[in-house]
């Protein structure tokens, strides 16, 4: 349903801020589970600033992003537990940004339950 | 390992406590004596060496200081006139060990110069992994 | 418990528990004639239990230290248990730290609202 009031409610959300890529935390490997751990996704801004992508392309990619964040947090949690993580630092960041994500995350679908609750409302 | 500074500082305990055993060791038989026909009482000294090397400290692979062995002083020690002492030879000598008190009370201090350092190594990392465990909380 | 990432921190708590409950016997007993210290092992048996995907099967020993005895027959470096007793409770936290943040995510997730 792409009513065009739908673009101006868009415009009301908040800025998503862009998440550091897990790639750039200097990782180093250790003896822990094998292979690298791949770059989270950037969140890029939404909103009226980038007005190539739709809305639920935003969306998906955030979702995406967010489950990198997580495994990427629970494999560090794994190595953590058998005493195999170099740098305890790395693991307390990659569990705080999966933490942001998901709080990000929940905050977006909050909004636009909000947003879509507030077009459903008008008058037709 | 999850925290490599604590097995470097804990190997760097294990070598000055064991500078303070041989110490206390020579400091006990400072009065040792043994007859001529005998070698003296043979100080003590600890001959100890890095392990690994800087590179593989800085990636968590294996640091620290290790003993690797005892070697002993001079055989010969003092040759003190004693006449009196049960041991004496025929000429009333015998023998003292070659230990110098002064010498064994200024590795003593340094020996426990090292180990409160080691100490304050893993006081000072204990303080800062705690740091990085509240990474994120509030 | 939740996933298997769970179940691994739950089986890390279990054994630095036991850990910890040996290094303070082997503290208490640090003079008792021909007492040898014991160690706590659980780290190769949760590591293989990740590779075969079930963390429940990760069992904790005990055995006993192999250090030189001293003239008592008791082998229990105070320095040693002191440092392992650190390293066991910072990791005791760290695995804490990480159960707390995966049942926060889920609350946050259930939550909503906040």
Known sequence: MALPAIAGAAAQLPTLPTLPSTGQIGWTGGTGPAGAIPPGDTVPAAGAANGTQSFGQTLTKALDSLQGAQANADRLAVSAATGDLTNVHDYMIAATEASLATELTVAVRNKAVESFNQIMNMGV | MLFPTFQTASSGLGVFRTWMDAVSDNMANLDTVRPTSQAAFQARFVVAQAIGGGQEAMTGGPAGAAVTGISFGDAAGRLVHDPTNPLADAQGMVRYPDVDMGDQMTQLMIAQRGYEANLSVIDRAKDAYQQALSIGRG | ?114
């Open chain 3, 1 to 114: 418990m939740i996933d298997s990432t769970g179940s691994a921190i739950y089986a890390a708590l279990n054994g630095l528990a036991a850990r910890q409950r040996v290094i303070a016997n082997n503290v208490a007993n640090v003079e008792t004639p021909g007492y040898i210290a014991g160690r706590v092992t659980f780290e190769d048996s949760l590591r293989a239990a990740i590779a075969d995907g079930d963390t429940g099967a990760t069992s904790v020993s005990t055995v006993s230290s192999t250090d030189p005895v001293n003239v008592n027959g008791n082998n229990v470096s105070l320095d040693n248990e002191v440092v392992s007793l650190t390293d066991t409770d910072l990791r005791y936290q760290l695995m804490v730290q990480a159960l707390n943040q995966k049942f926060g995510l889920l609350r946050t997730a259930i939550g909503g609202g906040a």
